[in-house]
């Protein structure tokens, strides 16, 4: 179990700081 919890907190970050990236990349466009 503790693997697995291991792998979805990266797995979450992984997705999270993709999901940031993504915005901040549109918003930074005028």
């Given amino acids: ?3 697995i919890n291991a ?3 990266r ?3 992984i ?3 993709k ?3 993504y915005y ?3 918003l930074s466009i005028p």
């Fill in 24 to 26: 901040q990349g549109r």
């Fill in 15 to 17: 997705f999270r700081t």
């Fill in 19 to 21: 999901v940031l990236d």
């Fill in 11 to 13: 797995y979450a970050y």
């Fill in 7 to 9: 792998a979805y907190a």
């Fill in 1 to 3: 179990a503790a693997t």
